[in-house]
Every structure is written in structure tokens, then in C-alpha cells.
């Protein structure tokens, strides 16, 4: 696994997503256990493999997938994995977020969470607050780094403000397919010593991002899936690290396959040209 150290913070290239582990059904964030101990072994996997970021949320499965990670990571030790977690906006009146990130904490059976982010804003007038909260989290020593999730560049502008802490990442759909960030808000992160985090890093398995052809084509001259390409295509930009979701040892395995080679000149160009 390749390893980037941003804002003092060093993280696998590549991590792991629970955004939907452990859900009952799609549209539904009731919690289902019948598949817990495929899920634990997905994230065990990840992490002996060296992609140690695990990425889950209070809303995941309605606080089930932090549950699931407190199995996975039972018996490792603590500074071997990187766990961060998400406050809901409903939560970010300073005592439903202090309440909500001890919650978390209970759910995934830790002391301190090493990163946690406002998933997202449902207005700017919940910032302020918001990240007063955030701070005092930091000075008690229950969270270790702060960051959000879902911002624009002005709200994360507006949000460090406000925050007496560094604001070390926004986490944003980022993917060949979607590439709106790269306008304004990956500049800002390049230039600000601040991590992009891009979840749905494959457009959530979209066929027509897996099937592309010219993907296709850039895949099999490197003896990679498209899946792999599309991956290490994601992390070779300055500042991004990527948190795809793998319900599965098989998908984790293809998933660390992405990193450790590069693609050239002439890969970028037919990629870019592409999408």
C-alpha cells in the first residue's frame, strides 16, 4: 500500500468505506445483522493489507456499521488503525454533537476517534457552532483531528473560520465520472495542506464507468481490472486519498491491488480525454 502524509496526518492511499454495511435495504438505514461476520472479515482483511482508514458514520445502518467496526478491530491495537466517523446535521446544536460523538465512541468501543467530520450542512448557520463543538471535542481529548464532509470550498472557507482546530479534510464524491471538485475545491486542498477524501471512487460500481472502454483498454495493458485503474488513477492526484466501500475479502484484495504502480502519460491523457 502507498501512504500520504498531509497535514501531519500519514494515510493509505486507498482505505475502507462501511457506507452501507449492515443496512437492511436501500432507501432504509434500519440495521441487519445477518452479514456482520462477512463485513468483519472485509475490514480485517483491509487492514492486514495496510489499508488501515476505516471510514463509517453515525447514519451508517443507524449506528450498526460503527458496531461492525468495533468487531473488526477487537484485539488490534489501537494505533494500528485510523478510525473516522460522521456527525449527522440534525446533530449539530453543540450538546446533540458532544452527545452524538459519545455515542459513536460507545458504538465503536474507543477512547478517541482520530477524525470526525460534519457529514454534512442543511445551512451555513449551523457552522459556528457546529465547530465550536468540534473544537472542544479536540481540547478534551476524545477526538483527535477534525474535518467535514460534503462542503463547498466557501463553506469550508467559513467552517475553518469559525474552528480554532485545522480543518484536515473535506470527504467528497470524487470519481472519473464526477469531477466537479477539481473547478475550485482540490485546488484549495492542494494548496492548503488539506486532504480530499473521495468516497464513491467508482461511481458506486456504475457499469458505465467499469465497462468504459477506453478504461478497459488502460486496464488490460497494465493486467489490471478497471475497478484498479480507476482507483490509482484517483489517488495519483496531489492531496486525495480514496475510502471505497468492500463488503468482501475478494473486493478488498482487488481494491489494494490499485496501488503500488502508476500509470503513464499517455494513460492520463486517454482518461482525461474520456471523462
Not at 457506507?19 to 487492514?47: Q, T, Y
Not at 470526525?116 to 465550536?132: K, R, T, Y
Not at 468540534?134 to 483531528?145: N, P, R, T
Request: proline share 3%; net charge neutral.
Amino acid at each position: 500500500m502507498e501512504y500520504k502524509t498531509i497535514s501531519g496526518i500519514k494515510l493509505p492511499a486507498i482505505g475502507i468505506g462501511t457506507w452501507n454495511m449492515g443496512r437492511a435495504r436501500l432507501g432504509h438505514e434500519k440495521p441487519d445483522c445477518s452479514n456482520d461476520e462477512k463485513f468483519v472479515a472485509a475490514i480485517k482483511e483491509a487492514i492486514k493489507l495496510g489499508m488501515w482508514h476505516i471510514d463509517t458514520a453515525e447514519m451508517y445502518s443507524s449506528g450498526h456499521a460503527e458496531q461492525i467496526v468495533a468487531k473488526a478491530i477487537k484485539g488490534i491495537p489501537r494505533e494500528q488503525v485510523f478510525i473516522t466517523t460522521k456527525v449527522l446535521p440534525s446533530n449539530l446544536k453543540r450538546e446533540y454533537l458532544l452527545a452524538a460523538a459519545r455515542s459513536s465512541m460507545q458504538r465503536l468501543q474507543v477512547s478517541l476517534v482520530d477524525l470526525f467530520l460534519i457529514h454534512w450542512v442543511n445551512s451555513n448557520g449551523q457552522i459556528q457552532e457546529a465547530m465550536e463543538a468540534m473544537d472542544e471535542l479536540v481540547e478534551s481529548g476524545k477526538v483527535k483531528h477534525i474535518g467535514v464532509s460534503n462542503f463547498s470550498t466557501a463553506q469550508l472557507k467559513l467552517a475553518q473560520s469559525y474552528a480554532e482546530n485545522k480543518i484536515v479534510t473535506n470527504q467528497v464524491e470524487y470519481n472519473l465520472m464526477e469531477r466537479g471538485c477539481e473547478k475550485e475545491l482540490l485546488p484549495y486542498c492542494q494548496d492548503n495542506d488539506i486532504i480530499l477524501t473521495a468516497y464513491s471512487p467508482l461511481a458506486q460500481g456504475n457499469s458505465r464507468l467499469l465497462k468504459n472502454k477506453v478504461l478497459a483498454a488502460v486496464a488490460a495493458k497494465h493486467r489490471k481490472t478497471t475497478a484498479q485503474v480507476a482507483l490509482n488513477w484517483l489517488v495519483s492526484q496531489k492531496n486525495v486519498i480514496a475510502i471505497p466501500k468492500a463488503s468482501s475479502v475478494e473486493h478488498v484484495m482487488e481494491n489494494a491491488g490499485a496501488a503500488g504502480w502508476s500509470l503513464d502519460a499517455e494513460d492520463m491523457e486517454l482518461l482525461e480525454k474520456e471523462f
